[in-house]
T-cell receptor, first 118, second 115 residues
Framework: GAVVSQHPSRVICKSGTSVKIECRSL??????MFWYRQFPKKSLMLMAT?????????EQGVEKDKFLINHASLTLSTLTVTSAHPEDSSFYIC??????????????FGEGSWLTVV | AQKVTQAQTEISVVEKEDVTLDCVYETRDTTYYLFWYKQPPSGELVFLIRRNSFDEQNEISGRYSWNFQKSTSSFNFTITASQVVDSAVYFCALSGGYNFNKFYFGSGTKLNVKP
């Protein structure tokens, strides 16, 4: 089946630094990828929609200057948390839809990335 | 607006007991999809089932079964003869409307299966 890989799976960074998380579709092309955030013991909330070759679409309340999303190719989207603070510590997970598919039954999730800001 | 409610925050059962996880959804769309995912402590989302809004047929897969009732906007998940390995957080999710790729997740139900 289709595979979506995230890297790193776990990262610890110092407060004030930036950290990049990658989301790759390994065996399919994805024009659209999605980034979700999960606070401890909470649900997953959509942060933004990453569109290949264009700007990301952010959900209401998500700071686009803090969470930079770049979808540079059909197989890679990156989320950069800039000037990270401890409150940014969270589980970040991406999903991707294979190019050409339009139904909601072909979304694949990555394994997620745990970010801890100290 | 799309909304998914999982009223059960945490459930504890003893191994071999049956357990039902509730999911109630809200949507104005006539075409939508419902999902259940399992999230073990490692964090990844394990796909369990997808149902489209036109298919109300209940489904059974091994010890898992799902009851989709449009009349009550519910999509409940039952685990029969639960096992310790079933311990995880389970999420119900909804997608639909103009963007089937955008998922709305419930708050999750943590299932603890004790030996």
């Amino acid at each position: 089946g289709a595979v979506v890989s995230q890297h790193p799976s776990r990262v610890i960074c110092k407060s004030g630094t930036s950290v990049k998380i990658e989301c790759r579709s390994l065996d399919f092309q994805a024009t659209t990828m999605f980034w979700y955030r999960q606070f401890p013991k909470k649900s997953l909330m959509l942060m933004a929609t990453s569109n290949e070759g264009s700007k990301a679409t952010y959900e209401q309340g998500v700071e686009k200057d803090k969470f930079l999303i770049n979808h540079a190719s059909l197989t890679l989207s990156t989320l950069t948390v800039t000037s990270a603070h401890p409150e940014d510590s969270s589980f970040y997970i991406c999903s991707a839809r294979p190019r050409g598919r339009i139904t909601g039954n072909t979304i694949y999730f990555g394994e997620g990335s745990w970010l801890t800001v100290v | 607006a799309q909304k998914v409610t999982q009223a059960q925050t945490e459930i504890s059962v003893v191994e071999k007991e049956d357990v039902t996880l509730d999911c109630v959804y809200e949507t104005r769309d006539t075409t939508y999809y419902l999902f259940w995912y399992k999230q073990p402590p490692s964090g990844e989302l394990v796909f369990l089932i997808r149902r489209n809004s036109f298919d109300e047929q209940n489904e059974i897969s091994g010890r898992y079964s799902w009851n989709f009732q449009k009349s009550t906007s519910s999509f409940n998940f039952t685990i029969t003869a639960s096992q310790v390995v079933d311990s995880a957080v389970y999420f119900c999710a909804l997608s639909g409307g103009y963007n089937f790729n955008k998922f709305y997740f419930g708050s999750g139900t943590k299932l603890n299966v004790k030996p």
